[in-house]
């Protein structure tokens, strides 16, 4: 029988290599750096050359490692491609945050089909074939893993405004969480999902810009910060979470409650 620490808590990630979608800014930005202070190697995925190298410079003064990883999660190569140059840099990839995404910012009946297919593609598809490819790897190396998909409180409640594909692809993210926690639980793939409300990120302050201080009708009447998110998504990849899949964790600030 496994002699458990009092208590069974332990947030060090040294050995572990991350890799992180939508990198660039908002959480993905934020994220990278929490994991790499816990010891993963990380590889930052995203679009923007100069701020993926501006972000590894960031962790790698501070005493950590980061590997650029230019990603376009609507190209099907590119995001296999992603995953080939992670493990060939850093290592196999024991945890990936699916966190890139997209809003809509129209109505449905408003939306050009190029902008249908981009919101799928980034917020959809692609994390689940790079979920796929990463797993893929992780069973022929016998290796267990933590996968964290960035859903959000619109997957549950949709109060108009225009984002309609935006909450039917994050309710998929939640699906996908669900399902594929059991395809994978026998091979030692945890997958969880964080469902966020409104943080201060790029997105958000978009919206703020568009619709005005609408924040002020929930409960808190604020903009929760990025920080805010650490704890649970240090909880989701540690070892300690060992018995947690299959599970989304509502990080909302109490905004969905309204």
């Keep these: 029988m496994t002699d458990y620490s009092l208590p069974n808590v332990s947030h060090d990630l040294t050995g572990e290599v991350a890799l992180v979608t939508g990198a660039t800014s908002g959480f993905g930005w934020r994220f990278a750096q929490v994991l790499a202070k816990a010891g993963a190697k990380v590889a930052i995925a995203g679009r923007r050359v100069e701020r993926l190298h501006e972000l590894a410079a ?8 980061a590997l650029p990883v230019v990603t376009d999660m609507t190209d099907t190569q590119s995001i296999i491609d992603a995953v080939e140059t992670a493990e060939n840099g850093l290592g196999t990839v024991t945890i990936l945050i ?15 089909v190029d902008l249908i297919d ?17 797993a893929r790897r992780l069973i022929d190396a016998k290796k267990p893993g933590r996968m964290v998909n960035i859903s959000s409180v619109a997957a549950y409640h949709y109060g108009g405004g225009g984002a309609a594909l935006y909450s039917i692809t994050k309710a998929g993210v939640v699906r996908m969480t669900e399902a594929l926690a059991v395809e994978w639980a026998g091979f030692n793939i945890n ?65 969905g409650s309204r």
């Design 118 to 134: 981009r919101v799928f593609d980034t917020n959809l598809r692609g994390p689940y074939i790079l979920s796929c490819e990463v």
């Design 58 to 65: 960031l962790i790698a003064e501070d005493g950590g490692e």
């Design 191 to 255: 997958v969880n999902g964080i469902a966020p409300g409104l943080f201060m990120t790029e997105m958000a302050e978009g919206m703020i810009g568009r619709m005005g201080e609408f924040y002020k009708s929930f409960p808190r009447k604020r903009v929760a910060e990025v920080a805010q998110m650490d704890s649970t998504l240090l909880y989701l990849c540690a070892p300690s979470s060992e018995c947690v899949t299959g599970t989304v964790i509502k990080v909302d600030d109490g905004q």
């Design 98 to 112: 699916n966190n890139a995404g997209i809003p809509d910012a129209q109505f449905a009946t408003k939306m050009p």
